[in-house]
């Protein structure tokens, strides 16, 4: 079945520094992926998103590229801020799934001033 | 409107309590979802509603009963819950249950079951 796998965290930076969440994916057929994220007692918003492989997705300075070859979808932000600190979860979608969406474990980000 | 509405947003009952989550999306949206999201993990499907009929139930128990009324509108009865379906509750739609189409979610109910 499908599975998402996450980098385990909290992971804790500076404010500026850069940022890499790494993300690999399972799945049947050609998946579409996604970076969603939490804020503190909110419901989960789409960060980006990748239909196809070699796409690149992008928002507010984050990015994520599709990578077929490595079955690997990771995020990257180059300074982040204390506005950032949430939680990221990385997700797929594919047709062998009926379409649900696949989530990893979700990986808290705290940035300190 | 390109949100999702869910009420309330918080809501405490007792086991032998019946209530309702309301969600609620004025975007066309064909494809609507439940999700139960315990702390620190991530959402967990329970069910789903394609063109207004219930297309995937996780094996959820029957004290949570779904309902959608019409295209826009989506409810999650609650019966005789039990303190361990404490969680935030999540309502989520999408254009249709295409593979490329994200999911929009709502800010969640959070539930707690005394």
Request: proline share 6%; hydrophobic share 30%; with cysteine.
């Amino acid at each position: 079945g499908d599975s998402v796998t996450q980098m385990e965290g909290p992971v804790t930076l500076s404010e500026e520094a850069f940022l890499t969440i790494n993300c690999t994916y399972t799945a049947t057929g050609y998946p579409s992926l996604f970076w969603y994220v939490q804020y503190p007692g909110e419901g989960l918003q789409l960060l980006l998103k990748a239909t196809k492989a070699d796409d690149k997705g992008s928002n507010k300075g984050f990015e994520a590229t599709y990578r077929k070859e490595t079955t690997s979808f990771h995020l990257e932000k180059g300074s982040v801020q204390v506005s950032d600190s949430a939680v990221y979860f990385c997700a797929l979608s594919s047709g062998g799934s009926n379409y649900k969406l696949t989530f990893g474990k979700g990986t808290l980000l705290t940035v300190n001033p | 409107d390109t949100e999702v509405t869910q009420t309330p947003k918080h809501l405490v009952m007792g086991m032998t309590n019946k209530k309702s989550l309301k969600c609620e999306q004025h975007m066309g949206h064909r494809a609507m979802y439940w999700y139960k999201q315990k702390a620190k993990k991530p959402p967990e499907l329970m069910f789903v509603y394609s063109y207004e009929k219930l297309s995937i139930n996780e094996s959820v128990p029957s004290r949570f009963s779904p309902e959608c009324p019409n295209s826009s509108l989506l409810n999650l009865h609650l019966h005789a819950l039990q303190p361990e379906d404490s969680a935030l509750y999540l309502c989520a739609s999408t254009p249709s249950s295409g593979v490329s189409n994200e999911q929009f979610f709502g800010p969640g109910t959070r539930l707690t079951v005394l």
